[in-house]
């Protein structure tokens, strides 16, 4: 099964070169893009029953032991993460591929967004597998070359604009992760997560704290944590409804997976728990407060997305295989529930020319489906029960509960607060888009006057029509979300046994014992 590691990464990668040659050839294009996510979607659940079931996989590239080879290593964590990202992707392009031929590619050039695309995923994937730090930023850097391009596609001044601050913060956090890493290896002389993790305690206390600032701050950025999450809502909504689906599901996951590795495995004598409770505190309260601020549908979500984070972090901060297994699942939950929201808010777009919930109105009766497709997702985002949201949110603050201690108890609190927010905010939006008729009373448009300022309400664009294979890619969509919660027994306990896997370092011992001597 080692064998089949390195394909997770290989077989995008081929797929985006085939992509490449075929430039001029859409149909070959999507069908190699097609077939390659496939292929990486039963590769990664053939490998995560083998790892539940028989341990962690680790693999030396090349046969060169650590520290001189590249190690890539799949736990429970990183092939479910990869499976769910496969997932996503694949949706995520059926959905582009009916854009685009609706389109005639006007927004999605054929040409650049297939091979990009696939090498997105593949910087993903690798990230997902990679066992020691430089492979993890090879990781990041291969996707967000790839994202450069993604979110720049149809060169528009507004994409352009928001794109280059993006791109910016990305080169900072490229940085300071850099820096962070030619650290480590000066301080440990390695970079191997599992040499690292052993070396690490040798080090004095001051220069542990140091390092492991360093990290946190690169992988902060990336999963856009407060207050380093300013780039974020800016910068997703202008992008292809597609680009903004993909990235809003994935990208921050990567960085909040990064950071599970360096607070479960590579720092676990030095304890900065509380700092991540208030970082996390003030990312769901702020987050979620510019969410009910905002007044375009992209916008509400690129907030409720950066709320969300907070989550995450929080069930990192308590630091217990409870905890950390719930995390888990809530990334889980957070991927597919968020990119379901997108695509739905990408065929509001097309149905009505908007997003603004000031202009869209009255979609419930002219688009019943629609209605259906934005709602279910947002109320399991929203944590009403029995959906994922709220099981995910419930096993956090169970683990929470556990510890408790005051500051878990106003953890839990803002927890509550945040969810209720969360709920107000995309009710409202679905209330006033699919409810609200063309006349408006002078009561009811002044209920809403506070949102006639909110950033970015005033976008209008084309009406257009909805190809059936859109509507099929976000009907299957929220089928996994509801899938989520039928099923939901079986994934948490994986994900439990998965934090208490990698809370309790067997996955160290196996990844070393199995890579080869040191």
Request: charged share 10%.
């Amino acid at each position: 099964m080692s064998a089949l590691v390195p394909l997770l990464v290989g077989i995008p990668l081929i797929g985006a070169a085939i992509n490449l040659v075929f430039g001029r050839r859409k149909k070959t294009q999507i069908v190699v893009s097609v077939a390659a996510l496939a292929a990486v979607l039963v590769l990664g659940a053939v490998l995560l029953l083998e790892v539940d079931m028989h341990g962690p996989l680790a693999v030396a590239i090349a046969g060169w032991d650590i520290p001189f080879g590249i190690v890539l290593y799949v736990d429970v964590l990183a092939a479910l993460l990869v499976v769910v990202t496969s997932i996503v992707l694949l949706a995520v392009l059926l959905f582009s591929i009916g854009q685009g031929a609706a389109d005639n590619d006007e927004d999605t050039p054929v040409s650049i967004f297939y091979p990009a695309y696939l090498i997105l995923g593949a910087g993903i994937f690798n990230a997902f597998i990679a066992g020691d730090l430089f492979n993890l930023y090879v990781g990041f850097e291969i996707l967000l070359v790839a994202s450069y391009v993604l979110i720049t596609l149809g060169g528009t001044e507004s994409r352009i604009r928001t794109g280059v601050v993006y791109i910016v913060v990305s080169l900072v956090s490229s940085i300071l992760f850099l820096a962070a890493i030619a650290m480590v290896y000066g301080a440990l002389g390695t970079v191997n997560m599992v040499q690292i993790s052993e070396r690490m305690q040798l080090l004095p206390q001051d220069t542990q704290t140091i390092l492991h600032l360093m990290l946190l701050l690169a992988f902060a950025i990336k999963a856009a944590v407060f207050p380093l999450s300013f780039w974020l809502p800016d910068s997703y909504p202008t992008a292809p409804a597609p680009v903004t689906a993909v990235f809003a599901g994935l990208l921050t996951k990567v960085g909040v997976y990064a950071i599970i590795r360096t607070e479960t495995q590579l720092f676990v004598a030095n304890d900065l728990n509380f700092l991540l409770m208030m970082v996390a505190l003030a990312t769901m309260i702020v987050g979620i407060l510019g969410a009910v601020a905002q007044a375009e549908l992209k916008r509400i979500l690129s907030f409720t997305l950066v709320s969300h984070i907070g989550y995450m972090i929080f069930g990192l901060a308590i630091n217990t295989p409870l905890a950390v297994g719930a995390t888990i699942y809530y990334i889980v939950h957070h991927i597919i529930v968020q990119t379901t929201l997108f695509l739905a808010v990408g065929l509001i777009e097309r149905r009505a020319g908007s997003t603004s919930i000031l202009k869209v109105k009255g979609l419930m009766r002219a688009a019943p489906l629609l209605a259906v497709l934005y709602f279910i997702p947002a109320i399991n985002l929203g944590g009403l029960p029995p959906f994922s949201g709220f099981i995910g949110k419930y096993a956090l603050f169970d683990a929470a509960a556990q510890v408790g201690t005051p500051v878990m108890m106003v953890l839990i609190v803002g927890g509550v607060v945040t969810s209720i927010l969360t709920l107000y905010a995309l009710m409202r939006a679905w209330n006033l888009s699919f409810w609200r008729e063309d006349e408006d009373s002078p009561e009811a448009m002044e209920r809403i006057a506070y949102l006639g300022n909110a950033p970015a309400a005033a976008i209008s664009t084309e009406r257009r029509t909805i190809p059936r294979i859109m509507t099929l890619a976000t009907v299957g969509m929220v089928a996994v979300t509801v899938a989520l919660t039928v099923f939901a027994g079986p994934l948490l306990d994986m994900c439990l046994r998965a934090g208490v896997t990698i809370t309790d370092g067997v996955t160290l011992v196996q990844l070393q014992d199995q890579a080869g001597p040191q």
